[in-house]
């Protein structure tokens, strides 16, 4: 079956930085766009970013751009956030998603058919 795992969340003070991975399984990762998510406590579940198939394109939140950059290797069959300058309101647990298509908004949870469990990024001022 299709596993999503993400790692690299923890506990990091503002101005700091975090690597989150997420290492998937059971499906041709390849052929899937990916992108990550996050949720804080009493809120929606919000996009971050996204990136097509081949890598060859981007997307991110307003509110990260210029801070975050997501990667892949499709060789290894990861996804990785790098985040910089990251900021309280940054704290949430941050979810890896996989589509096989986006068939509107690349920032509609709808998109994703797989989701990982989630990993917990606190950032304390």
């Known amino acids: 079956q299709v596993q999503l795992v993400e790692s690299g969340g923890g506990l990091v003070q503002a101005g700091g930085s975090l690597r989150l991975s997420c290492a998937a399984s059971?499906?041709?990762?390849?052929?899937?766009?990916m992108a990550w998510f996050r949720q804080a406590p009493g809120k929606e579940r919000e996009f971050v970013s996204a990136?097509?198939?081949?890598?060859?394109?981007?997307y991110y939140a307003v509110a990260v751009k210029g801070r975050f950059t997501i990667s892949r290797d499709n060789a290894k069959n990861t996804v990785n956030l790098q985040m910089n300058s990251l900021k309280p309101e940054d704290t949430a647990v941050y979810y890896c998603?996989?589509?096989?298509?986006?068939?509107?908004?690349?920032?509609?949870?709808?998109?994703?058919?797989?989701w990982g469990q989630g990993t917990q990024v606190t950032v304390s001022s």
């Open positions: 059971g499906l041709t990762f390849s052929s899937y766009h």
């Open positions: 998603a996989a589509a096989q298509f986006w068939t509107g908004s690349y920032q509609h949870t709808r998109q994703y058919g797989y």
């Open positions: 990136i097509q198939r081949n890598g060859d394109s981007t």
